[in-house]
């Protein structure tokens, strides 16, 4: 086989399995609140998210699609370094995604997914061949835009998720206990919401980097995501979210704070529109970043002494060392590969 061709295959499965893993790290955080809340059982809550979780991709444009594909500069390179780099990158991020979920630690594939590409380039080109974004020449790009989105999303899901909660809060106070039966069957519109928010951002991240490798690959003249790109991730990502990583569920629908009906259904609101929001404007976002802080705000709004805040001190510590250690699984996995290339 051509070894262009072998690279471009290899790339190929590479980023469907990062894509599959992403779905399966990331299957607790769409899930956790509402089976925590006890809207639907484990099995119900997946089928509900499944199928959401496939017409994200589908339905939610290339926007973040297009941000992943230019976080980094590859034409340059020899055509089998280039995928070579790509392959090191997303196997980082596949690593890094598996130790976190065996941690039961709700990390960002996202970032990841970021970390693991830019380590890998630099050690391949340097730092000519990363797209950092600075200074922005009118508007954001690359990791800049990717750095942005880091650290804004999980201030919006706190501050939104407080906001949200005192609104509730204040409107069903003199409520009967029975409004939680009501609340728990709104919990499947916005279970379904944020669902499709998830896939129609975190499976663009994988549909930039197959777009790119098609292009690396000669198969496709430009930057032009295909249909059959998308039903590839949605699909991946969706068999991901079907086989559910559950180790992050008691992190986050009880580990944080203790979730009820009312604090589950504000939390999938929060973090549907911020995520939702997120993808239209291209930025790619943590699912993880969001749905946690839209807890803690929550809990904050309502009793912050229940807040544990020392579970979100271990979160907030793994998010900070996700990018650089992405970057060093990136960079390791380029270095044991590279002789096997040539």
């Not at 690396?216 to 995501?225: A, N």
């Not at 944080?256 to 504000?266: G, S």
């Amino acid at each position: 086989m051509d070894p262009l061709l072998w690279l471009t295959l290899c790339a190929v499965l590479t980023v469907l399995l990062f894509d599959y893993t992403n779905g399966f790290h990331d299957a607790a955080n769409v899930v956790a609140t509402v089976i925590a809340s006890r809207a639907m059982s484990p099995a119900m809550a997946v089928s509900v998210v499944g199928v959401f979780e496939f017409l994200g991709p589908l339905l939610g444009g290339t926007a973040v699609a297009n941000t992943i594909g230019g976080v980094v500069d590859l034409a340059p390179l020899p055509r089998p370094l280039a995928l070579l780099v790509l392959v090191s990158g997303l196997l980082g991020a596949i690593i890094w995604n598996l130790i976190t979920w065996w941690k039961g630690i709700p990390s960002s594939s996202s970032h990841g997914l970021v970390g693991g590409l830019v380590g890998a380039v630099l050690l391949a080109a340097g730092s000519g061949h990363v797209v950092w974004g600075w200074p922005p020449e009118g508007h954001l790009v690359g990791v800049a835009k990717v750095l942005l989105a880091l650290v804004l999303s999980p201030v919006l899901g706190f501050v939104v998720g407080y906001t949200v909660h005192k609104l509730s809060h204040l409107l069903t106070r003199a409520a009967h206990p029975r409004i939680n039966q009501k609340l728990r069957l709104a919990q499947y519109v916005t279970t379904a919401a944020l669902a499709f928010s998830h896939g129609a951002n975190d499976a663009q991240k994988s549909m930039g980097v197959l777009t790119l490798v098609l292009v690396l690959g000669g198969f496709i003249p430009r930057f032009e995501v295909p249909f059959w790109v998308m039903l590839a991730c949605a699909t991946a990502i969706t068999a991901g979210i079907l086989s559910g990583g559950w180790r992050i569920v008691r992190t986050l629908g009880f580990a944080v704070f203790k979730v009820r009906p009312l604090h589950a259904l504000d939390s999938q609101l929060t973090s549907g529109l911020v995520i939702l929001s997120a993808s239209m404007m291209g930025a790619p976002v943590s699912t993880s970043h969001v749905v946690a802080t839209s807890i803690m705000g929550i809990g904050a709004s309502e009793r912050p002494r229940r807040v544990h805040w020392g579970k979100a001190g271990e979160i907030a510590t793994t998010w900070l060392i996700t990018l650089p250690a992405s970057a060093a699984m990136g960079a390791l996995v380029l270095l044991a590969l590279r002789p096997w290339v040539g």
